[in-house]
């Protein structure tokens, strides 16, 4: 790893202490060193708050020092103005004349915008150093503005014989699979997306709550599949205490729960996940979480419409029951939460 790539690599650290609370903005992280000491730096951290570099020259003790520094930044600095400056002309301002970034900003706003403003004002600018792992970080903002869709993950608990719920239900609510270990990941991995989604028998048979109640970050967007309003009204989903899409062929009731409850019409005829991920693009949702069941998870896998699958699968068996989703992808990681065992997959 060159020098380069050393610090380029503390700011993606840094970035990552943003995920789930920079929506709609990228994670950026940003370093400035100065005769190879790291003097300050910094990291986005809430949308309308001031961006990484910013930070990153605040925390700065000597301002004199930085017209001799480099100022490392995993995202092109902004070009425009927004809810905060641009950074690339606080960068000019404060005469940074080296800069070095992971990668270029998608966003139509930026795009190349930044650099060529700060190569104008006569800055020596290096890009694309650990440009992979840059545009990694960002895959839910890359994904959006590429390609107007979320970013799509998959995530089921499967018994040890490949099971995802009983034949028969007794309570309408989960059945557990994984422990409370797992269980508590995945309320963090709700409060690091933009939106979760279930489909309708899901939502009779385990009336969840879809919500962050197992770790302390902001709740997703709930998102349900109702095609003929077959839901009971007295679900949590319902409850009008978290924004909620419901999917639905059907012209619904009036509805007390006011903007809380938002009702999209779709064609079920149609290709089903192109229209959902258009409905969640057009309500600014960079990333989903799909929940289940089967028949909907399997058909967006059928679609290819998916970007990940984290997968848990427990120590107990069913039988019989509820048979898991059948894809395939390439393996990143697995992990062992006690007993329960974590494969993450991307889609190829």
Request: glycine share 6%.
């Amino acid at each position: 790893m060159n020098i380069h790539e050393k610090y380029i690599k503390r700011c993606i650290e840094l970035a990552k202490n943003g995920l789930g609370t920079t929506y709609p903005n990228p994670l950026v992280g940003s370093v400035i060193v100065h005769k190879d000491r790291i003097i300050g730096e910094g990291w986005h951290q809430k949308a309308g708050a001031p961006h990484a570099e910013v930070n990153a020259v605040n925390s700065v003790k000597d301002e004199s020092l930085l017209k001799k520094s480099t100022i490392y930044v995993s995202l092109e600095p902004c070009s425009h103005f927004g809810k905060t400056p641009p950074c690339s002309d606080l960068i000019i301002a404060k005469g940074i004349k080296k800069v070095v970034i992971g990668c270029v900003d998608p966003f139509a706003e930026v795009a190349g915008r930044g650099i060529k403003k700060l190569m104008e004002a006569g800055c020596e600018v290096q890009v694309g150093i650990l440009e992979k792992k840059c545009q990694d970080l960002n895959k839910r903002f890359f994904r959006f503005h590429q390609k107007k869709r979320p970013y799509i993950i998959l995530k089921w608990a499967q018994t040890a014989d490949g099971f995802i719920a009983p034949e028969i239900q007794k309570k309408r609510e989960p059945v557990w699979i994984t422990n409370q270990y797992s269980k508590q990941l995945v309320h963090k991995w709700r409060s690091e997306e933009q939106a979760i989604l279930v489909g309708t028998n899901t939502a009779i048979a385990d009336n969840p709550k879809l919500n962050t109640r197992l770790w302390n970050g902001k709740n997703p967007v709930r998102v349900v599949i109702d095609k003929e309003l077959k839901i009971p009204q007295d679900s949590a989903l319902f409850d009008g205490s978290i924004k909620t899409i419901v999917l639905t062929e059907e012209q619904p009731e009036k509805t007390s729960k006011g903007d809380n409850l938002v009702f999209k019409k779709l064609d079920f005829q149609q290709n089903l996940p192109e229209q959902i991920c258009e409905v969640l693009y057009r309500h600014n949702l960079q990333s989903v979480i799909i929940e289940g069941g089967t028949k909907t998870l399997q058909t967006f896998i059928d679609a290819d419409f998916w970007d990940e699958a984290r997968i848990f699968t427990g120590i107990s068996e069913f039988y019989k029951g509820v048979k898991a989703p059948e894809f395939s992808g390439k393996i990143l990681s697995e992990t062992t939460l006690e007993r329960d065992n974590l494969k993450i997959y991307k889609n190829d």
